[in-house]
């Protein structure tokens, strides 16, 4: 008598997500899309209270160019901050190299314009350079480090300028129309800006140099003993924080025809509010330029848009501040969270 055998069941493979849905869920789970919303859900309130807020060519342009030049500097600052360190002294460089920009073209009559723009970046790079230097063989930390350079550069800064002032009669028309100038309703600055942002997000993602940065902030001793090179990548973070910050600094001066002693100023706390608050880690080791970015549009956005939501003006720094210490206290949820769950999945294997 023969036994008869079930028949044996096919295991069916779970359908794979397709490439749409796998990106969209990305989409969604990132960081950088909670601020995104938070940023339109801000330019749809305060244009439901004044229209002119967004809806009038004055309103379009500002929403668009008045983060611009925050929006380069805040680039640099995240590069650095993925490195686990901060550049305190991003405010003071943009005042050097708007100041030095404004000599130039009084004191060299006929200089070209593409020359102001790379004596700026060379000089803001410079000034990275002896900050990135500092900490990386000095071992000193970076808050330290750029703390005091923040003070040196502008007592320097105070120091040249003194009680001179750079008008906007003592630079070019032309140089002046890049600060003001639109391509297709979009201002140059932020064109500009643009093309740095994609280009700073490429390398840090497609390149391993780029992806380099994020190691050596998540764990520098570990990345030492893998043999990357600590050292070198601190430095360029700090010399393309020092660049961006001079580019920052000529458009400044382009964008508002007087520049002093003070200019710049308070630029540094913006700059790591703009990189924290789009999601960069305060701690390395994550984040994206992208969300630097955003969080520069979000921050600027909100100063402007308060007075209109009728917000006093005592508690529109204190709104900034929130946000600044909520994105903090999330960050290290998420990464408490992450951590937990990495050991979770190490226990059960």
Known sequence: MSTAQAPTQKRVPAAKPNAFSSGFGSFI????TGILLALVLVVIATTAKNPTFLFSPDGWRDLLLTP????????GQAIVIITRSVDLSVGSI?????YLTGRLFLDVPGIPILAVFAAGIVFGG???LINGALVAFAKVPALVITLGTLYAYRGINVAWTGSDRINASDMPKDFLALGTGQFLTIPYLTIIALVVLVAAGWYLRNQRAGREFYAIGSDPDAARLYGLPVTRRILVAFVVSGALTGLAGVLYAARYGTVNSQAGSGYELDAVGAAVIGGVAIFGGSGTVWGAAIGAVLLLTINRALPIL??????????????????IVLDRVLSLRQSRKLLEERDDS
Do not use: C
Not at 29 to 32: H, N, Q, Y
Not at 310 to 327: C, M, N, S, T
């Open 29 to 32: 789970r990132a960081r950088e």
């Open 68 to 75: 611009s030049i925050l929006i380069l500097i805040a680039v």
């Open 94 to 98: 943009l005042g050097l190299t708007a």
């Open 126 to 128: 410079l000034l990275g």
């Open 310 to 327: 009728g917000v006093p003006d005592f508690w529109q720094r204190a709104v900034v501040g929130v946000l600044i210490i909520g994105a």
